[in-house]
């Protein structure tokens, strides 16, 4: 087995995301090491083997860019589920349903709810409340229509985005693996045939060619795991369930298609329409997927590169990641990175209960929680002696009151006059 096709470059790259305690002065040679503009340092090789049917590597391609794309695992399940509905057919019941027959209300002052009853007699159902949903054999509350929405419009660069994150997935064997394929024979991820393998016509020569490959154990897989439905699917075409297998991806159909259509779980698609819904089933990502040579190659004209657009989609090119390597772990973990870094020091260990403090009655929290708070309390302090020094010599005149007199004798008078 060997490394996914991701570029790791130079961990002082991601300076902008890894917040390092680092000292102040760095030494200049340190620095001039650490540039942003260095060459990256490949953590896989550049370019795939391409084996014959017999097995064995006959010549090398470069590998295309569209496998170092993002994966968006949240894209792909969002895009996936949007795409799924395209397929569904509409349903709905009768308009008519419930409501054919003649039925009216008693009215009150019978003792019976006033639902519409049939009317007649000599039967059981004359007498029978009608049309409503709670009444046997009425209509349905809310009946479907056929006029719902079905369908749902995706944006054709969601799309894109989605198909090539789902592309660059299958090449990664952790997440193929994780997904359920039986590849843990297989030499290389991924898979590359010659482009004699278009030719075949031949069931018998499909199956030899898996297992030159180690590959037919996965397509055992799925013979295995056919179950009968459960439900009334059993009834109406849709009997069996089965696992996926592989995906035979190819450039010409020269008798390709009729070579590996029979067999349990394998599907074909042409590189020129490959479907999300292939290439991420169920919105897993990680499909196991054998390419011909001529597909392989094609890649970067159908896609284009991150320097190069792509010649047969209009205004596209490939998604830039945000990070280089999104594997944080082992760059912060790295030689450029830890040699730069403080040592760690002693863990902290953090008491396993805090008490709750109210800082309305605990000062040193409060004064933790709002510094200014001590200059507050320390001016209505001040305010508060003022007031009480005032209070306390009450014979004092205060400056500006006028003295009261007592009233006149004939202010008196006045008032007490009859």
Request: net charge positive.
């Given at each position: 087995m060997y490394d996914p096709p991701n570029t790791l470059f130079m961990a002082n790259q991601f300076g902008p995301f890894c917040h390092h305690r680092g000292p102040s002065t760095v030494d200049r040679r340190q620095r001039s090491r650490l540039r942003i503009n260095d060459q990256p340092r490949m953590a896989s090789r550049p370019v795939v083997n391409v084996r014959n049917p017999s097995g064995e590597s006959s010549s090398?391609?470069?590998?295309p860019a569209v496998f170092t794309a993002p994966i968006r695992n949240d894209v792909v399940q969002a895009i996936h589920k949007n795409l799924a509905k395209n397929n569904r057919q509409a349903y709905a019941v009768s308009h008519k349903a419930g409501e054919q027959t003649s039925a009216e209300s008693w009215g009150t002052g019978r003792a019976v709810a006033r639902i519409p009853r049939v009317g007649g007699g000599g039967t059981h159902r004359s007498g029978q409340a009608a049309f409503g949903n709670m009444c046997r054999g009425g209509r349905m509350f809310a009946p479907t229509k056929i006029w719902r929405r079905w369908h749902v419009k995706t944006n054709l660069k969601q799309r894109r985005y989605a198909t090539v994150s789902a592309i660059a997935a299958t090449a990664v064997p952790s997440l193929v693996l994780a997904r359920g394929h039986r590849i843990e024979k297989i030499q290389e991820v991924p898979l590359v045939i010659s482009d004699e393998v278009e030719s075949i016509s031949k069931t018998k020569e499909a199956v030899a060619i898996l297992k030159t490959f180690q590959a037919y154990a996965d397509v055992v897989k799925v013979s295995n795991s056919r179950k009968t439905r459960a439900g009334k699917g059993k009834m109406r075409g849709r009997r069996y369930r089965q696992r996926r297998g592989p995906l035979?991806?190819?450039?010409?159909?020269?008798?390709?298609?009729?070579?590996?259509?029979?067999?349990?779980?394998?599907?074909?698609a042409s590189v020129h329409r490959l479907n999300l819904l292939q290439l991420a089933p169920g919105g897993h990502i990680g499909r196991f997927c054998i390419w011909t040579q001529g597909a392989f190659a094609q890649l970067d004209e159908i896609y284009g590169t991150y320097d190069q657009p792509s010649t047969l989609k209009k205004d596209y090119s490939l998604p830039a990641p945000k990070v280089s390597n999104a594997d944080i772990t082992r760059v912060i973990n790295s030689d450029e990175i830890q040699s730069i870094v403080k040592p760690a020091g002693p863990a902290r260990v953090k008491r396993p209960?805090?008490?709750?403090?109210n800082p309305l009655k605990n000062r040193a929290l409060l004064f933790r929680?709002?510094?200014?708070?001590k200059v507050l309390i320390r001016r209505e302090t001040l305010a508060q002696q003022k007031n009480l020094k005032a209070a306390a010599a009450p014979g004092e005149a205060k400056k500006g009151t006028k003295k009261m007199l007592p009233a006149g004798k004939k202010f008196l008078e006045t008032l007490h006059a009859p």
């Open positions: 090398t391609v470069p590998l035979v991806i190819y450039n010409e159909d020269k008798g390709i298609t009729r070579a590996f259509r029979n067999l349990p779980g394998v599907e074909l209960f805090t008490q709750k403090k929680l709002n510094p200014y708070a």
